[in-house]
């Protein structure tokens, strides 16, 4: 923490010289204290998020990918099937263990096509989504989100 805080203080400055790099040092000491005092940072937090970097970074992609197929399959429905679409609610549980692993899902669902998360029940782990088609949403235990998402809750 201490570092990415004191490279972001070298790249807010214009000037790099000694006074204002031992000014850095000192401000970005003092905050990195305040934050590990505050909110309970410890290097071995910082080290384990630094390990689900590249697994977030993963997901990133995956959420990419799924977002582009979404967007064909919902471009197609509209344009070329001719039938009507069939909007429906899906209410579901996602098995996840924390309230931030469930954040990353409501949002992933939303930013998908055709998808909206309508509301999250944090106690009884209880999705409401609303879809334009069933066949766009994959609620099962182990639809990808939901894997990646356990991954990086670990």
Request: glycine share 6%; charged share 20%.
């Amino acid at each position: 923490m201490y570092i990415f805080l004191f490279i972001i203080w070298l790249i807010l400055n214009d000037h790099y010289t000694g006074e204002v790099c031992l000014l850095g040092l000192a401000l970005t000491a003092l905050v990195g204290g305040l934050l590990y005092v505050l909110f309970g940072y410890t290097p071995k937090k910082d080290l384990r998020i630094l390990r689900k970097v590249p697994l977030f970074l993963w997901y990133l992609c995956v959420l990419f990918w799924e977002i582009m197929k979404a967007n064909l399959a919902v471009l197609s429905s509209i344009l070329f099937t001719r039938r009507e679409l069939s909007p429906t609610i899906v209410i579901f549980h996602s098995g996840l263990g924390t309230s931030f692993g469930r954040f990353i899902l409501a949002n992933s669902i939303t930013l998908t096509p055709g998808t909206i998360t309508v509301e999250v029940n944090d106690e009884e782990d209880l999705f409401t989504v609303h879809c334009l088609k069933r066949p766009l949403l994959d609620i099962s235990k182990d639809a990808r989100f939901i894997r990646l998402i356990r991954k990086l809750e670990a």
